[in-house]
């Protein structure tokens, strides 16, 4: 089929070059030139893995093209995925007016356009509010959960694909689109609109709740004596509750989780109904962060110059992306005390742009050299290279072998034995 991507933004970019991948033919716009010359060019804007080869690949087949034209985007297109930001306004909402432009140059751009699969996440209620307003248009809510890191992956094997809509229809055209994915028919969820829009910020509070309920245990073992770690192999061991996000940690970050909560936090006051378990779990991440900052602060060496190593600056491992980065908060907290050196395997380039004037702050080039003559390793994301770290060149080049280790990455009792002081938050 000929499909129309509507920016290109991780999801977007991700989205249009599996179904390209898949088969069909993709144009997708954006008013970003720089990021659109670069894609022409074969040029990934950002870090993820396969990304650069699928991007090449495609361009190659032909099957993807990109522009700054939203109407050569859509004029031979049967179907417009609109995966368009919808950042938080001051209010603390998602701004649809991106969505809602686009929508309504349409009928100008190519007028035998009507199906547009909204991909952007957006409040309950929004494809009625939508439909209501474009009555020529036929909207269906179709939510992702791709996550950064392993976007690709999680876009060509979806566990579920969810078509929102009033007409059962859809869902033959759905079938039609994911026709190559090899998925089985009840794969596809068909719902009314309403409920996929919300599905959406079920499913991301939802995996925040366990991040916070782990990191709340955290914080309690670090009271007890218990340890966080045993308490997980015991949860993930039940098949009730499964394996999965239940990593404890210094909070989470990233583009989705916090600015979804928020918004949820709000969507449900504007309707005068309590969301206080959402807003607990914005409450918990807060204080993991602070407990964090605590324990480094009261056991820091006593050094002459406070130098400090701080490793991961990514909200997550595997991405580049930086946007609500717990590490980057941590950085906010101690740049006014402490001389700082950051070092990232993929995010140096956004923290160089961030901190470049900061005397302060210095970007390491490896992680070697953000340890060197540092008086403690303050580890903030859960890259390999940290795990597989050489522990006896970690020792030698560190000033005081002191680790903080925020992601839970090391053994307590191998630290101890090598002769390291590690704290963590939840292990003893
Ligand atoms: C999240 C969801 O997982 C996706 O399903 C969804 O599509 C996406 O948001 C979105 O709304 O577009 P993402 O933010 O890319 O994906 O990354 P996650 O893997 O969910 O991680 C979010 C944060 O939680 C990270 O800071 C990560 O370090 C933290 N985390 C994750 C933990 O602290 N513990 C865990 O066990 C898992």
Redesign the pocket.
Known sequence: MNLAVIGTGN?GLVTALCFAHKGHTVFCADIDHKKIANLQKGIAPVFEPSLHDLLQAQLCKNSIRFSISAKEAVQDAEVAFVTLGTPNTTAGLPDISAIEQFLTQLPNLNPHLRKVVIRS?VPPGTNLQLTAKFPGLHLIASP??????SAIQDCLYPERVIVGSDSAADLNLFREIYMSFGLHDDQFLFMDPTSAEFS?YA??IF?ASR?SLMNEFSRICASTGADIKKIQQVLSTDRRIGSY???A?I???????PK?IQAFINYARGINEDASITQAIQNSNTNQLERYYKLIISNLPEAHEKVLAIWGLS??PETDDVRES?SLKLVEKLRYHYRLQLYDPKANTHAADLYRDTKTISISDCAEAALTGASALLICTDWSEFKNYDLFKMKSLLKYPVVFDGRHIYDPAHMRDLGFTYHTVGRH
């Not at 992702?144 to 890191?149: A, D, I, M, Q, V």
């Not at 909070?251 to 989780?257: I, N, Q």
Request: net charge negative.
């Open positions: 999801i996440t992702e959960f791709l996550r950064e890191g959406k499913a991301n995996l991040i996000f239940l990593d940690g909070g989470y970050g990233g583009s989705c989780f979804d909200f997550k717990v």
